[in-house]
């Protein structure tokens, strides 16, 4: 598909990592409750991976904890969401120029995009023309390799990649200014209190 990197704004309320992948995965933002039981569920399903060492908390506490819609995700969520999917999940922190891809030890064919604040997530996708409906996104792709750069932003082939640099270099620095005006003034009754704490299952710096 030929077109345009955009962002997809997800609301903030405490549920943009869920709602951010529901519509990456498929094309619905109102997910956050269904994959919040996917997620309890493959928790619970694996206490002796999913223990207290690892989760930070007791396995029967944590599966409490994330069904609350007022818990914010991170690298753990994303990670069994992506199995889940059975898709790899980056996310490209803006603040860091760094991507975090969930899923890449598992060689899945596919791949989608988040964009990540250091609060907040939204989805990436590539659009057809600038202005077009969303539900014309594409935001499912062919993981080519496992490179990831500014330069290859979906991964798509060299061929195939429209959004020449200089039209990358403005969108990237338009979308550090979004975010910073966005949620300076959010409403998310978290802001300001704690992170997503996204570790990385893997990195790879932005070009």
């Known amino acids: 598909m030929e077109g345009i990197v955009v962002r997809r704004v997800i609301p903030s309320d405490n549920s943009c990592l869920f709602n951010a992948v529901g519509f990456v995965m498929d094309h619905d933002k109102h997910k956050a409750s269904e994959l919040r039981q996917v997620i309890a569920a493959t928790v619970a399903s694996d206490p002796t991976k999913y223990s207290e060492a690892f989760l930070g908390k007791s396995n029967e506490e944590y599966c409490t904890w994330i069904l609350d819609s007022e818990k914010w995700g991170g690298a753990i969520e994303l990670s069994i969401l992506a199995d889940y999917y ?13 991507c975090d891809l969930y899923g890449q030890e598992k060689k899945y064919s596919e791949r989608v995009m988040l964009i990540y604040d250091g609060l907040h997530y939204d989805a990436l996708a590539m659009s057809p023309f600038e202005g077009a409906p969303e539900e014309f996104d594409q935001t499912i792709f062919a993981v080519q390799d496992g490179t990831i750069g500014r330069g290859d932003l979906l991964t798509l082939p060299t061929s195939l990649c429209v959004v020449e640099c200089a039209k990358l270099e403005r969108l990237w620095n338009m979308l550090k200014l979004q975010a910073m005006s966005t949620f300076k003034n959010t409403d998310d009754s978290n802001y300001g209190k704690q992170s997503h704490h996204v570790v990385p299952f893997y990195h790879s710096e932005l070009l």
């Open 86 to 98: 059975g898709r790899e999940i980056a996310a490209y922190d803006i603040q860091t120029t760094r």
